[in-house]
């Protein structure tokens, strides 16, 4: 089974940073596609960032230029580095990874943006 969990949330101050990560429990190329969603209290679910294997990754518009998903073999884990944050980034962020049909979930972690 699939573990991923997610760690690097907080409280920061807006345009502040954070790099959030996803560590997986096997190798992260064993994976379709990696990605960060994101979701607040009253609000849907959005994709922030995905990367599909051999594809470019994709972003949500109001975060394109602001964060930078990535990935690191070696340690099997997934980053999503945030800057220039807002307080409409406050959300819980999940990150999921796909093998096939499947995707697996991680259990998120919080990221609060205020002053």
């Known amino acids: 089974q699939v573990q991923l969990v997610e760690s690097g949330g907080g409280l920061v101050w807006p345009g502040g940073s954070l790099n959030i990560s996803c560590a997986a429990s096997?190798?992260?190329?064993?994976?379709?596609?990696m990605g960060w969603y994101r979701q607040d209290l009253g609000k849907g679910r959005e994709l922030v960032a995905e990367?599909?294997?051999?594809?470019?990754?994709n972003y949500l518009d109001s975060v394109k230029g602001r964060f930078t998903i990535s990935r690191d073999g070696a340690k099997n884990t997934m980053y999503l580095q945030m800057n220039s944050l807002k307080p409409e980034d406050t959300a819980f962020y999940y990150c999921y990874a796909t093998i096939g049909s499947r995707i697996y979930w991680g259990r998120g972690t919080q990221v609060t943006v205020s002053s």
């Open positions: 990367m599909p294997v051999g594809g470019n990754p």
């Open positions: 096997e190798s992260i190329f064993t994976f379709s596609t």
